[in-house]
C-alpha cells in the first residue's frame, strides 16, 4: 500500500503562488505516474497535472498550462506542483494521486489513479 500526504496549501491573493508536495510512504513511488488533481466547492473533481517516473513526460489541463508546474523527486519519494499566478478560480482541495500501472505514459483520468492522498486546501483570495 502507498500513502500520500500533500502540504503547501493555504490562503494566498490572486497573482500570489504556492508549492505544493505530496509525499509518499509505505512504498516507493518511483516507477508510478503521479498527478495532481483539484476538487472545488459544487463540482467534480478534475484534473490539474501528471507525470511520468522518468519525468520526461508531463502533462497539464489548459486552464494551468504556462502557470503551474509539476515535478518530481524519486530519491525522496516526493511530488510538488508549482503554482504561480494564482487566480480565485484555482480555489479547491488539490489531490495528490499515484498511477501503480504505468509509468510512461501519463493519463488524465482519475480512474487510472489507484492511491490518492487526504488533499490541500488552495484558497485564493481576489
Known amino acids: 500500500q502507498v500513502q500520500l500526504v500533500e502540504s503547501g496549501g493555504g490562503l494566498v491573493q490572486a497573482g500570489g503562488s504556492l508549492r505544493l508536495s505530496c509525499t509518499a510512504s509505505?512504498?516507493?513511488?518511483?516507477?508510478?505516474?503521479m498527478g495532481w488533481f483539484r476538487q472545488a466547492p459544487g463540482k467534480e473533481r478534475e484534473f490539474v497535472a501528471a507525470?511520468?517516473?522518468?519525468?520526461?513526460?508531463?502533462s497539464y489541463d489548459d486552464s494551468v498550462k504556462g502557470r503551474f508546474t509539476i515535478s518530481r523527486d524519486n530519491a525522496e519519494n516526493t511530488v510538488y506542483l508549482q503554482m504561480n499566478s494564482l487566480k480565485s478560480e484555482d480555489t479547491a482541495v488539490y489531490y495528490c494521486?499515484?498511477?501503480?500501472?504505468?509509468?510512461?505514459?501519463?493519463?488524465?483520468?482519475?480512474?487510472?489513479?489507484?492511491?490518492w492522498g487526504r488533499g490541500t486546501q488552495v484558497t485564493v483570495s481576489s
Open positions: 494521486a499515484a498511477d501503480p500501472n504505468h509509468t510512461m505514459v501519463v493519463l488524465t483520468t482519475s480512474l487510472y489513479y489507484d492511491y
Open positions: 509505505g512504498r516507493s513511488i518511483s516507477t508510478y505516474v
Open positions: 507525470i511520468n517516473w522518468s519525468s520526461s513526460r508531463t
